[in-house]
């Protein structure tokens, strides 16, 4: 269609910073919008990002700027009624009557907001769109080419929040080898993108072991195991509290252990004197229980606030037993509130902490015992064992 392809080159004259493709032709075209933008990489190459919405999914892919006058037509021709593009001053409107005849309407308008740079470039995400990476593939986060489901989006960034996390921690040092335990795995395919992320990305010899109290996701995850060829990671079933491990451990990581569950998991990693720790709690009830204020009772006098403040300082009695115990340790924010409430995460390392900076730590957390009646099973178990 000449007058399609006279349009099309009637508006690249101009730098397009945004298009959008709607109104289908037929019922049989895939996609009910396709969207066009103009962005930047952290090199400063300009690119277009693509998205092809469908009814329930949005699909994505990367063209370069010289590309896009053939990927306007194809997809335009035949296809659609109705195409609007934006450069920084025009605006055009592309419209396609019933008998084929095309109507290109142009106006000047300042559309520079549409066009922010600093915003238009890539996060560089350690896990990258294009990568194959089966455990995302079977989570349904990437598709069989590599690409973000759009309604994945959040799940893809909260899943390289947590591997950066730990990468911040994995490149203060050169490991060549390493022995992880992954408490409380259940099915989830964030162990599995771990091993991903340890061998094929950092090149780290690593050997793996999730371990969970259901049988039947102990055998599901050692058969997706071998599926993958993840030789070296395997899945044990048993419980925290008195998990026996004889050799070395390097890391150990806990994610949403319920309640005490994950002061059983710290007090492993610290009996094993593991270099790294990474702990996101869940469900932290204890303190709830045992709440009694002294002189703060404001705090206990209204439900929600007391169940609020238990978790809060529950953590924060943990990040300083860990402190008191020899760990350099942070509480950080692991997902944004808005997308789920259990959003710290515990990063501890193996660290010279002074005897003030410990001796302080502990001071702090028999104060809070003291206010509000506590009984950390954390700490009851380090003086059992006089670790603390």
Sequence with gaps: MEDLKNAICEMLKEEIIKIVISNKANKEVEYNKISFLLKENNKGKKYYQIEKFTDKQVFHENIEVNQLEKALFDIVNDNYKQLSAWSNETSFDLKISKKGKVFLGKKKSNNSNLSNKSHNKEKNYILKEGMIIEPLIDLGIFTKEGKVINSKYDKYKQINRFIEIIDDEIKKNDYKELTILDFGCGKSYLTFV???????????????IGLDLKADVIKKCNEIAKRYKYDNLHFELGDINGYKYENNVDMVITLHACDTA???????????????IFSVPCCQHEFNHQMEANTLSILTKYGIIQERMAALMTDAVRGNLLEAVGYKTQLLEFIDIAHSPKNILIRASKSKVSKEKKEKALKEVDSLISEFNFNPTLLNLLKRDNLI
């Design 194 to 208: 771990l091993y991903y992320y340890f061998v094929e990305i950092k090149h780290i010899n690593v050997k793996m």
């Design 262 to 276: 994950t002061d059983y998991a710290l007090y492993n990693a610290i009996k094993w004197n593991a270099k790294m």
